[in-house]
């Protein structure tokens, strides 16, 4: 142990004096010099008292903790003073971690998470049923310049069967299985009108809902092969989001929750950060937001006019799809998946049934075409600029040139599918066209369909299997 002489420098009222005004220095710095605000907004992260990251803010806490644990030592006046100083804080410090601890262990017992492990893919507990109400504005530390109105309040309820999936009971056999992400299990819309559900009435047909939030091809894979076409489906309708379905070349399905999920889950830190969210993000956060003029446009509207409705999407959706271009044909990201796609169909074809694959486009896929004519050029490019450093067209052409490159990827996922003589649904020419009609098919601040546009995915996917698969199936 380090041991001091009692006419050490750290005993003197000048050693006192730095150390104080060092810390001073230090927590000044961490409160007057704020957070990007800007890159903020553009990853769609909360900004805490209209200038911090939560990153930020957990630096100032931890300054607050620190700065007098710091003090209380550096202060003492003699070695023995120092000494017990200095135990009495490693000794409240360690008591403090433990009943952090302890209290963190308990929550995990009293807390009901959305996932348990299985043994072939991870899902939701058994028999669940949740009721949530969602409303289509905002969350805590979000803002635009103007905060225009959303889809409005919806109240969900959603049911899960024995297996953990969104279906009223598991049946011993039907005519489709459905598997996807949130988009097939039907976030923010209550139970009935997710695609799936609608499919069962438009075709008269059994269908069986494997979606869920979450899942990527491996765990559709799995899904498919351990819950699906156990039940004997004549179709398997695969449905790929373009916003997330593509980003990664995992191929091994996810059974369980890592040791990074878990620390993620904690109970405890997700009720400080609510805590956070609530009680910090709604101050400053719209000034903060007015004062970033790039933001102006968002969310944009469409149509013009009376019946505008509003849509509000991050940079990474325009960008991800327009600046790939043909690099994502080559990617490693599309080999995993092609390859992950081939085992799905001729897992189907050996079970006796066709897979079909539906193509669900992110939201500014479907609405920024139409409006790119109109949009500022200066701030649509300001707007990308916030998360892509490459070239880019300059002003009088980026809305053009966007709007011409979001469809690259669902061309190349088409032609493949057409190769492999895999039936391909594209759902995008629907949505924009409703879009454009006012029906908003997508939440003004949530990346997910709304009611309509499940509605219309439901009739999109219906008329394709009865012009070609359930003639095909029925006729086996």
């Known amino acids: 142990m380090i041991s001091f002489s009692p006419d050490s420098i750290v005993f003197t009222r000048r050693y006192r004096q730095a150390v104080f005004a060092l810390l001073l220095i230090v927590n000044a710095m961490v409160w007057v010099l704020p957070s990007n605000v800007a890159e903020q907004f553009a990853r769609e992260q909360p900004v805490l008292l209209g200038r911090y990251s939560r990153t930020h803010v957990a630096w100032l806490i931890g300054m607050a903790i620190l700065t007098p644990m710091i003090l209380f030592p550096a202060f003492a006046t003699s070695p023995a003073m120092l000494r017990r100083r200095v135990f009495a804080v490693f000794s409240a410090a360690i008591a403090a971690t433990l009943a952090l601890l302890a209290i963190n262990v308990g929550l995990y017992f009293v807390t009901d998470y959305p996932y348990v492990a299985g043994d072939h893919v991870y899902h939701r507990p058994p028999n669940a049923r949740y009721h949530s109400v969602y409303e289509d504005r905002p ?7 103007v905060i225009r109105p959303g889809f409005g309040r919806v109240e969900c309820t959603l049911t899960f069967d024995a297996n953990g999936y969104r279906n009223r009971a598991v ?29 069962a009435v438009l075709t008269n047909q059994s269908v069986y809902n494997l979606g869920l939030s979450g899942y990527g091809l491996p765990e559709y894979v799995a899904a498919v092969k351990a819950y699906g076409l156990t039940l004997k489906p004549r179709i398997v309708v695969c449905m790929l989001y373009e916003g997330n379905d593509f980003r ?3 191929t091994q399905a996810q059974r369980g929750v890592t ?15 609510d805590a956070l969210l609530r009680g910090l993000g709604p101050i400053g956060s719209q000034s903060a937001a007015q004062r970033l003029p790039m933001l102006a ?17 991050a940079p990474k959706q325009l960008l991800e799809l327009y600046a790939e271009g043909e690099e994502f044909r080559g990617s490693g990201a599309w080999f995993a998946s092609k390859g992950l796609l081939k085992e799905l169909d001729r897992a189907c074809r050996e079970a006796g049934a066709t897979l079909v694959v539906a193509y669900a ?5 479907v609405v920024f075409p139409p409006a790119a004519d109109r949009l500022p050029g200066n701030d649509v490019l300001a707007f990308c600029r916030l998360r892509y450093n490459k070239a880019l067209p300059p002003a009088d052409q980026i809305c053009r040139a966007i709007a011409a490159g979001l469809g690259r990827r669902e061309s190349v996922i088409s032609q493949w599918c057409r190769q492999e003589s895999i039936p391909f649904v594209s759902l995008t020419s629907a949505l924009r066209e409703a879009c454009m009609g006012g029906r908003p098919c997508y939440y003004t601040y949530d990346q997910h369909w709304s009611p309509i546009g499940h509605e219309i995915a439901a009739k999109v996917i219906s008329a394709s299997l009865n012009k070609s698969t359930l003639a095909h199936v029925e006729g086996r």
């Open 248 to 250: 990664s070349t995992t």
């Open 297 to 313: 446009w968002q969310p944009m509207a469409l149509p013009e006019g009376p019946a505008a409705r509003y849509y509000a999407f």
């Open 139 to 145: 969350e805590p530390g979000q803002a635009y310049p």
């Open 171 to 199: 049946p011993d056999q039907c005519d489709i299985v459905t598997v996807g992400d949130s988009f097939t299990e039907g976030s923010r819309v209550t139970d009935g009108d997710e695609w799936p559900a609608r499919l």
């Open 361 to 365: 486009p992110s939201k500014a896929h």
């Open 259 to 273: 040791w990074l999920q878990v620390l993620k889950a904690s109970p405890l830190l997700m009720r400080l950060n």
